[in-house]
Every structure is written in structure tokens, then in C-alpha cells.
């Protein structure tokens, strides 16, 4: 991740583009290697040109499947630890029988050990390379010695991440404390994955997997075995048998999933490049002449890689561009000229910025995607979080006086970060909700702030559903469908009956945050049909699943969130978290519970006013919860009831101040100074007291008429 996190860091353009770049270098890259490995071992049976003919064949079904396709042209990392992987793999390959005294076997183990320092789990492509070496090796002391410079090279590599957190001045202490939270394999904790031809069947077109049968049946013949299995152990390794080998059910922070994934469909790939070659030379076998025998394979290899890639095209989300630009357009047109776009999904940021730079849609708006405001991986006290060139500001994260102000400023979200350092149990999300909150803090008077495809707790208690994206502070929006129905009506333009799996995991991405939104802000019904499109857009996903059974907690259906929680995880045929999740349904059933209370007492002050410190003890669940908007309504109905209530108009002030309603907080503030005719000195102090009222400080009214002019 130092490879991608530098390039975020480079003071060149936008962030966003920069890693779109990157991630379709990357891929290119990629497709080389898989090209290089094809024709180096089909050189084993065929000639130099049907070899040749193997090897691009293997690229074009690789390039073609969705995995591929979206990865390489998203901002994720998935493309990097692909292709350091496949580097090392294929480096292996070349080696071939001379791996015991060859330095290709070395430079393989230095990029597995990359690979590892991307990410624990990928160490798996370490254990690979040493299967090289028993595979491709003779076992005497040479080979031993060069095991043991492998190892100490893969050593080297997966120490990359030390040497660049200590470059950022870091002490091994505090690389440690974040380090160890990764979560690590745990071997055998997990079981296979039962059912990963389905992954297979969905990524792959038909012909290619028929292809793929004679291919890896070809290298178990005398010559070519030990290549079968090895390139066999790796599709297993980084297939079914990945969530045995790894077990990150109960880790918050999951590895990524698309690079194994890819990983394994460049095997398959190879596999039915060389089943391809196999069917080119049974074809033209009573042929005389090698010209005219070479040329008959190469065309029926051609023919073949042809004839998948068309099979494949539907399927490949680059290839949907009618549906993946009407979804662009669609967030783009959600935010007002000149906002800050931010993106928490590597598919709707490249999406936004391919419109941007090829269509022209909404070049006014800055898009930023998440990973440049704080480093998750790196740097737990001193991550950089550099903004791209045309914001500033933020250099550092978190700035060297934010403790302080987060005191008086977040002080529950403080408490949990600090509670997060304390009890780690994976990377902090409370790290990235005050990354978010110093953003807000330094651009909300210079440009409007929109969010896309990003889950934060706090953020989604606060922001307005604005279209497709969530927006805060809170402005005056024009009148746009409701998120459900315009997703619908993206859906309802795609032509065909084949399902699009890419596209479909970012329109889930897009959903699940605003169902979060509606959930945390109380409206059940909203989480509960958003989270209903984002299962139907990925079933398999746990994370719509999770959407859902949550608001159906949040609307007092704990039980049944429970059994059906219970349900999916006994038909997903997958280990997945248990105690972590239905805490999270204790947590969102509790805040119903202390909603139905207050906003009942608050229903009873309008025909006689209830003892203050019921109230005010009723309130603080509320607060403790992020229930704003419930303490807004709550409070609203108090005021409407007895307008000269003291604290019913500044903890409603308060409320809107934290949901960034601040044009609205400001008048019911003026109402409550008013009220009790407080000279503004005393305003001042009362205000820089309350940590809840930072944003109104330096609230300017003329800047809301500004962007809404705009």
C-alpha cells in the first residue's frame, strides 16, 4: 500500500485520476504477464508462433472478465497486489528448471514479499513461490541455499511497510500498534469456499471454462506436469481454498477480496488458452507442411480467445458504458457546481472522473476519493492525508493541536477513538470520522461537501440525502427523486438479459451508505427499502444483508433482525462475523427504545411541561447515540408547544447545529438570546464553551447564498 499511498501523496493533478491511472497501468501490466506465461509454457508442446498465439489468447480472456475489467479502471488497490503476485508467480514460470540456481527465483520472492507487505494474506504467494521451488527444483544444497536467500529477500519485502512508516516518522512502537491490527491469517479457522465455480461461472464465459478442462489436463502430461501443478496449487490457493487459508470473518478491516479473485481467473485464463491450443493442434492434426500446420492453430486459437471474449462481453463493466454513464451523470448532477465530491467506492470515482475528462459532465466538482483524507494502514498517530493540490490546507492528519479541539469540539467521537486505541479489535473507524470532521471544518464555508459510496457513522447521522449522494452541512436542494426510484431508474436502461456484476457492486456500494443515512436518521421505511434495492443488486454480499437487518432492529424488530441475520449466515455458505454485528442490532434497537421514549414525553409537554431533568436525562441516550434527528423532532414539537422554553431552544439550536442545519440554527439561536436577553459577549462565551456549536461560530449565511446561487 506505500506504492499507492505515495502516488496519492504526489502534488501533481487530481488524486482521484492519479490512482485511475495507476490502477489501468497496473492492469495493462497485468494482461502482459498473464500473455508472457501463457506462451512460455505452451512453448513446451506447440511452436514459437502457436505459443505466441496462446499467450495473447490467455491475455484477451483475462482482460475480459468483469474482476478485471473493473479493477483496472478503478482507484483500488486490487490491480497492485495482482499484479505483484502474478509478477512473482510468473517469475517462477520462467525459471522453469533451472529455479535452483536461478535469480529469477529471487527477484520472485522480493515481489512476494511485496505482495505480503500489501497485506498479510498474501504472504499465501510466498508459500507459492517456495512450492516452486519444490515443484521446479532439485533438492540437494544448492537448492537449500537459494531457499534460504528467498527467504530472507521475501523477508525483505514484506518489511517495506516498516521502512516507510519509519520514513514518516514513526517509532517502531506506534508501526506496531497499527501493524498488528491487520488481520493476519489464521489458517484452518475458515472453511473452503464450497461453492466457488458459481465465482467461476459468473466471471468467466462458458467457452473459456470448456477450454480450460483439455488445458490443465494437458499439463499433467509427462513434461509440462510440474507446471499443472504448480499454476493448479495457485488457482487453489487463491480460490476455493483462500478463506480457509485466511479467515478474516471476524476482521473488521477484511482483506481485499477482488485481487485473489483475479488472481485465480488468470489461472483459468492460461488454463483455456492452452485447452485452446490443444483443440488448434487435434484440428489441423492430418494437416502436412509446419506453415500451414502453424497457421491452422493459430487460427483455430484465435478463433477460440474470440469467440469467449464476445461470449464474455456482456458481462464486462467496462463494456456497459450506456448504464455505468447514466449512474455517473446521475451522482455528478446530485452535487451543486463546485462542490468537493467525496468517494468512498473506487467504482463511483472513476466513474465520476471518466465523465469529468471524457463527457464533460460536471467539471466544476472536485472529486477526492476517501483514502487521500486519512491513511487507514499507515501511520496510526502521523498518516499523511494530503488534499489534492486545488484544496490545500490539510497537509497533515491529524494536525498537531486537533486533540485538543476534539476535546471541546467531538467529544463522544473522541471518546470512541481513544477507545478504539485502547481495545483494538482492527483500524479505527473513529480515525476516519475526524479526518472527515477537520475536512468539513476547513471547506464547508468555501465549497459545498458531498459524499458518495462512503460508510461513516458519523457522517451518516448528520448529512442530508441529497439525490444519490449525502451532503453536509445540510442546503437548500432543489427537489430531486427519492434514491430507491432513481436507482430504479438507472436499472431500467439496461439493455439485454445478462446481469452486469460489476456495476451492480457500485450501485450496492452507492445504496448501502444512504440506507445507513436513512436508518440513523429515523427513517425506517427509507433504510428499509434502499437496503431491500442494495440485496437485490448483490445478494451475496453481506453488507446490504447487514443494512437491512439493522433497520429492522432500528424499527423495534430485533428478534426478527436476529433470525434472519442468523438465516443468511447459515445459507452463505462462508464463515462470517457473529458477535460484532449483533451488537450492532443491540445498539440500533436500543436507539429505538430511547426514541419512542423521548419523542412520547415530548408529545406529552404539549398538553403539560414534564420535570427538566427527565427530559434532559431522557435526551442524553440520544446524544450518546447520534440520534439528531430525533432529538431535532423531539425538541421541535417542545418549542412548537411553549416557544419561551429556555432549553428546548438551545438544545434544538444544538441539534441543528450538529445535523449542519446551520441557517436554521442560527434563527432558533437568535430566538433563545432573545429570550433571555444575553448581551453578546456572554453569547460568546456560552457558545465557545459548547463544543456542539463549532461549525455556527464562523457561520457565514452569505456563503449558503452563494453556493446556492451557483
Known amino acids: 500500500m506505500c506504492i499507492r499511498d505515495s502516488v496519492v501523496q504526489l502534488p501533481l493533478g487530481n488524486a482521484a485520476l492519479r490512482l485511475n491511472i495507476f490502477s489501468a497501468v497496473l492492469g495493462v501490466w497485468a494482461c502482459g504477464m498473464v500473455a508472457a506465461m501463457g506462451a512460455w509454457v505452451a512453448k513446451r508442446f506447440v511452436s514459437n508462433v502457436e505459443a505466441s498465439a496462446c499467450g495473447v489468447a490467455a491475455a484477451m480472456v483475462f482482460m475480459s472478465t468483469p474482476p478485471v475489467t473493473h479493477a483496472a479502471t478503478a482507484a483500488g488497490p486490487s490491480m497492485l497486489t495482482t499484479l505483484l503476485a502474478l509478477g512473482a508467480l510468473g517469475l517462477v514460470v520462467a525459471a522453469g528448471e533451472r529455479i535452483d540456481h536461478s535469480p529469477l527465483f529471487l527477484a520472485a520472492s522480493l515481489l512476494a514479499g511485496f505482495a505480503a507487505g500489501n497485506h498479510p494474506s498474501f504472504g499465501l504467494v510466498g508459500i507459492l513461490v517456495g ?3 519444490l515443484c521446479f527444483g532439485n533438492m540437494d544444497a544448492r537448492a537449500g541455499l537459494q531457499a534460504a536467500k528467498g527467504a530472507l529477500l521475501f523477508l525483505m519485502g514484506a518489511l517495506i511497510p516498516l521502512v516507510y512508516a519509519l520514513s514518516n516518522g514513526e517509532t517502531l512502537r506506534d508501526f506496531l500498534s497499527h501493524a498488528l491490527l491487520q488481520p493476519y491469517p489464521n489458517v484452518f479457522e475458515g472453511l473452503p469456499d464450497a461453492k466457488y465455480g458459481i465465482v467461476l461461472a459468473q466471471n468467466v464465459a462458458t467457452l473459456a471454462l470448456l477450454m480450460a478442462v483439455p ?3 494437458l499439463l499433467l502430461r509427462s513434461g509440462v506436469r510440474r507446471y499443472g501443478v504448480f499454476l493448479g496449487l495457485a488457482l487453489l490457493f487463491m480460490g476455493p481454498l483462500f478463506p480457509a487459508l485466511t479467515h478474516h470473518a471476524d476482521a473488521p478491516w477484511p482483506v481485499d477480496g477482488d485481487a485473489p479473485v483475479i488472481i485465480a481467473l488468470a489461472m483459468v485464463s492460461l488454463f483455456a488458452a492452452w485447452g485452446m491450443g490443444v483443440v488448434g493442434e487435434t484440428l489441423h492434426a492430418s494437416s502436412t507442411g509446419g506453415t500451414r500446420q502453424r497457421l491452422v492453430g493459430v487460427g483455430v486459437t484465435a478463433v477460440l480467445a474470440l469467440a469467449a471474449v464476445g461470449a464474455q462481453r456482456p458481462e464486462a463493466s467496462n463494456r456497459r458504458h450506456g448504464l455505468a454513464e447514466r449512474l455517473g451523470r446521475d451522482v455528478l448532477a446530485s452535487c451543486p457546481e463546485n462542490a468537493l465530491l467525496i468517494s468512498g467506492d473506487d467504482g463511483l470515482t472513476s466513474l465520476a472522473l471518466a465523465l469529468q475528462h471524457s463527457n464533460g459532465y460536471g467539471k466544476g466538482i472536485l472529486v477526492l476519493p476517501a483514502q487521500a483524507l486519512a491513511g487507514r494502514f499507515w501511520a496510526q498517530t502521523r498518516a499523511r492525508a494530503r488534499l489534492s493540490a486545488e484544496t490545500g490546507s490539510l497537509e ?20 470512541r477513538y481513544l477507545d478504539e486505541r485502547k481495545h483494538p479489535s482492527g483500524p479505527s473507524p473513529s480515525r476516519v470520522d475526524l479526518a472527515l ?15 458518495v459510496g462512503l460508510s461513516s457513522p458519523w457522517l451518516a447521522a448528520r448529512a442530508q440525502i441529497t439525490g444519490l449522494v449525502l451532503s453536509y452541512p445540510r442546503r437548500t436542494a432543489p427537489a430531486a427523486p427519492a434514491p430507491a426510484a432513481q436507482v430504479r431508474c438507472i436499472l431500467s436502461e439496461r ?13 450496492a456500494a452507492l445504496v448501502t451508505p444512504l440506507s445507513t443515512a436513512a436508518r440513523m436518521q429515523g427513517r425506517d421505511d427509507q433504510a428499509r427499502e434502499l437496503a431491500r434495492l442494495a440485496i437485490w443488486l448483490a445478494p451475496d454480499a453481506a ?3 447487514v443494512a437491512w437487518c439493522r433497520a429492522q432492529a432500528r424499527g423495534g424488530e430485533w428478534q426478527e433482525a436476529v433470525q434472519e441475520w442468523d438465516a443468511y449466515r447459515a445459507q452463505a455458505g462462508r464463515p462470517l462475523p457473529e458477535s460484532n454485528i449483533k ?20 408529545a406529552r409537554e404539549t398538553a403539560a411541561p414534564s420535570d427538566l431533568a427527565t427530559r434532559q436525562d431522557a435526551a442524553t441516550a440520544l446524544w450518546e447515540l447520534d440520534e439528531l434527528v430525533v432529538l431535532a423532532r423531539g425538541y421541535e414539537a417542545i418549542v412548537k408547544a411553549s416557544p419561551d422554553d429556555i432549553d428546548g431552544l438551545y438544545q434544538l439550536a444544538a ?20 429570550a433571555l436577553g444575553l448581551s453578546p459577549s456572554l453569547v460568546k462565551k456560552q457558545l465557545d464553551g459548547d463544543g456542539r456549536f463549532a461549525l455556527l461560530r464562523n457561520y457565514d449565511p452569505g456563503s449558503d447564498a452563494k453556493h446556492e446561487a451557483e
Not at 444 to 451: Q, S
Not at 495 to 507: E, K, M, N, Q, Y
Not at 655 to 674: M, S
Open 131 to 133: 512450492a516452486g521451488l
Open 437 to 451: 470532521w477537520e475536512l468539513v471544518k476547513e471547506h464547508y464555508g468555501v465549497r459545498p461537501l458531498c459524499f
Open 543 to 545: 453488507g446490504p444483508r
Open 495 to 507: 439493455h439485454g438479459s445478462t446481469r452486469d456484476v460489476g456495476i451492480a457492486d457500485t450501485l
Open 655 to 674: 441539534a441543528r447545529t450538529q445535523l449542519g442545519d446551520l441557517r436554521n440554527a442560527r434563527d432558533v439561536l437568535g430566538q433563545w438570546i432573545e
Open 215 to 217: 488445458g490443465f489436463v
Open 583 to 602: 451488537r450492532m442490532f443491540d445498539r440500533d434497537y436500543e436507539a429505538h427504545e430511547h426514541a419512542e421514549r423521548f419523542l412520547g414525553l415530548a
Open 396 to 415: 497533515m492528519f491529524p494536525p498537531l493541536e486537533s486533540v485538543d479541539a476534539w476535546a471541546e469540539e467531538q467529544p463522544l467521537l473522541l471518546a
